[in-house]
C-alpha cells in the first residue's frame, strides 16, 4: 500500500472519517502500512485521514521513559468513543500534517475510551498525560478538526500567515534545488 502523509491546507483534513464494518485483510494492510510512515516522520500518532483514508482508524506509539518508541507500546484503535473524561491540561501539540507548528492546546486531562482492535474486539482504555492527550488529538482527525482549529482567532490568524510563509520558501527552495 502506497500511502503518504497529506498536509494543511488539504481539505481532505477536513472530511469525517467512516466506521470501520470489516476488520479484514485490506485493514490490516493499512494498519501495516500506517506504522513505518508514521515511524519515519518521528511521530507518536497518526490518524487514517492524514494518509488519506477517510476510517476511523488511528495509531499511538507514546514513547518509554528512555523517550524511545517500540512496536510493543503500539496502540492500534479503531472506531473510539470516548466514554468518560475529567480534568483539565494543556499541552504544546504538533501534527505530522501540520508540519513545523506547535501551539499550547487546552484538552482533558483524563479520559476513557472503548475502541475496536485490528480484529473487531472491543476494548477499553483509561488514559491519562501524553497518552489522554494523544487520543484527543488524533481522534479531532476523525472528525475533521486539526488542533490549529482550537486556536484563537488572532493565534490562527498569526499561525495562517506563518504558514503560508513557510509555504513559499518552500516552493520556492524547491525551485532551486
Ligand atoms: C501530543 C501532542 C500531539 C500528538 C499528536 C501526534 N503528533 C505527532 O506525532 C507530531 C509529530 C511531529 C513530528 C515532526 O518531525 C520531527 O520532529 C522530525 C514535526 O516536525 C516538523 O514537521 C518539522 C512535527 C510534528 C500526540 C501527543
Ligand atoms: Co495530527
Known amino acids: ?26 485493514l490490516h494492510e493499512l494498519l501495516d502500512a500506517m506504522y ?36 510493543e507500546n503500539l496502540l492500534e484503535i479503531i472506531n473510539p468513543v470516548i466514554t468518560k473524561t ?4 494543556s499541552y504544546q501539540e504538533g501534527c505530522l500534517s501540520v508540519p513545523s507548528f506547535y501551539e499550547d492546546i487546552d484538552r482533558f486531562e483524563q479520559i476513557s475510551v472503548n475502541f ?6 472491543t476494548k477499553s482504555i483509561d488514559a491519562n498525560g501524553l497518552l489522554a492527550i494523544a487520543l484527543q488529538h488524533e481522534m479531532d482527525h ?14 490562527r490568524k498569526k499561525f495562517e500567515k506563518e504558514y503560508k510563509k513557510m509555504l513559499k520558501e518552500k516552493k520556492n527552495n524547491k525551485h532551486i534545488m
Open 36 to 71: 513505518p510512515i508514521m515511524m519515519a516522520s518521528n511521530g507518536i500518532g497518526l490518524a487514517a485521514i492524514q494518509v488519506a483514508q477517510a476510517k476511523q482508524v488511528l495509531l499511538i506509539n507514546i514513547p518509554d521513559e528512555e523517550d524511545k518508541q517500540s512496536h
Open 142 to 155: 476523525l472528525n475533521g478538526i486539526l488542533f490549529i482549529d482550537k486556536l484563537s482567532y488572532s493565534r
Open 86 to 89: 475529567s480534568g483539565q491540561t
Open 1 to 26: 500500500m502506497n500511502l503518504e502523509i497529506i498536509e494543511y491546507p488539504n481539505k481532505m483534513l477536513k472530511e469525517k472519517s467512516e466506521k470501520v464494518e470489516k476488520f479484514d485483510a485490506r
Open 116 to 121: 475496536q482492535d485490528r480484529d473487531g474486539n
